[in-house]
């Protein structure tokens, strides 16, 4: 008769053993849960910045040309006469007759009562277009040798460089302000006594092109400069342990 109340013993520790084990496992879960969260408290927001000195690929000159006169038949051929100047420029400079288009005319006119005449303005916009940069900037220093020849430049008549090629630089100028971001957090870190951990999130900064140092202009971009440099800032948040 005594068999019932040994199982019966057996069975009642078998039950304190596993809400022990419960009670353990629980006290684990829920202080690895408090201490995950204290972990999530613990977080540092940087800055990371990456630069890179990059020489433009791509001239863009545009050549605005007038010419004025009473008679439209006698100001297109002059206007015809300075395109051929600045197509000759170019020529005896290496470049293509393809580099050189043309980039939009408008002509107009008014009577004017003063003289008793009309007045008839044609204007002309020619556009260089080369990835032989060096070439071009060669060329715009020259274009008073257009000027000495007769062609009348309005005010707009300016070279542009850009650069092209800036998706092919943008994961390693990613990574490299990443770096320059935890470098920071690092040095955060010590200073606190922690360390860092993972990303908790990430926002990418966008991409700027400059002028490099020594080549800034009064405007303050660095389009009229063939020398340029690309900037950009990420913003980090990290885990701190």
């Known amino acids: 008769m005594a068999l019932p109340a040994l199982t019966n013993r057996n069975t009642l520790l078998t039950a304190a053993v596993i809400l022990a084990v419960a009670i353990v496992l629980g006290g684990y879960l829920l202080g690895d849960g408090v201490r995950r969260a204290r972990m999530a408290d613990r977080a540092v927001t940087v800055r990371g910045l990456a630069e890179r000195d990059v020489t433009a690929d791509l001239a863009t000159w ?33 470049f293509r ?14 009577y004017d009562s003063n003289r008793g005449e009309n007045t008839v303005t044609v204007r002309r916009r020619l556009q260089l277009r080369s990835n032989d940069v060096m070439r071009a900037r060669a060329a715009h ?8 020849s007769g062609v ?8 542009v460089y850009s650069f092209t090629r800036l998706n092919d630089i943008k994961p ?5 302000a990443t770096q320059d971001a935890r470098r920071g957090a690092e040095r955060f870190a010590q200073n606190s006594g ?13 991409f700027s092109i400059g002028a490099r140092a020594g080549n800034e202009t009064s405007e303050g971009t660095g389009s009229d400069s063939p020398f340029q440099k690309v900037r950009v800032v990420t913003t980090i948040e990290f885990y701190l342990d």
């Open 62 to 94: 545009t050549l605005n040309l007038s010419a004025q006169g009473t008679e439209l038949p006698q100001v297109l051929s002059e206007m015809e006469r300075d395109t051929r100047a600045v197509q000759e420029f170019f020529r005896s400079r290496g």
């Open 97 to 110: 007759p393809q580099d050189l288009t043309d980039a939009g005319v408008s002509v107009s006119s008014y």
């Open 141 to 148: 220093g020259q274009q008073f040798e257009l000027v000495r």
């Open 152 to 159: 009348a430049l309005e005010e707009g008549s300016d070279m």
């Open 172 to 176: 390693e100028m990613i990574a490299a």
């Open 194 to 206: 922690a360390g860092v951990g993972g990303i908790r999130s990430a926002t990418q900064g966008y």
